[in-house]
Nanobody, 123 residues
Framework: QVQLVESGGGVVQAGGSLRLSCAASGFTFSSYAMGWFRQAPGKEREFVTGINWSSDHIWDRDSVKGRFTISRDNAKNTVYLQMNSLKPEDTAVYYC????????????????WGQGTQVTVSL
């Protein structure tokens, strides 16, 4: 049974930091690129950042460059998202997802999804 379980969300003041984790099971984690998406109320789900299986290629959306860092530990079947200098516009439900080889920016190419974790950034 495939599972992706996110954790680490919460409420933080603007300028603060959070670290999200996503624990994977039920598939060969090291064979998949991993991505983080987010969805704010009333908006479409959007790509945030992604990392290939060997951690030597990372994709970022412009608005998080220099603030968010994705990493993975294949021995622990876990992907992380370190979020610094958080802004109110970062408020959303954050999802991790597994990609077997499709376009990293497109949600429909991801095979597996977690249930999401809420991140709320207050002023």
């Amino acid at each position: 049974q495939v599972q992706l379980v996110e954790s680490g969300g919460g409420v933080v003041q603007a300028g603060g930091s959070l670290r999200l984790s996503c624990a994977a099971s039920g598939f060969t984690f090291s064979s998949y690129a991993m991505g983080w998406f987010r969805q704010a109320p009333g908006k479409e789900r959007e790509f945030v950042t992604g990392i290939n299986w060997s951690s030597d290629h990372i994709w970022d959306r412009d608005s998080v460059k220099g603030r968010f860092t994705i990493s993975r530990d294949n021995a622990k079947n876990t992907v992380y998202l370190q979020m610094n200098s958080l802004k109110p516009e970062d408020t959303a439900v954050y999802y991790c997802a597994a990609n077997r080889g499709g376009n990293m920016y497109t949600a429909s190419t991801y095979a597996y999804w977690g249930q999401g974790t809420q991140v709320t950034v207050s002023l």
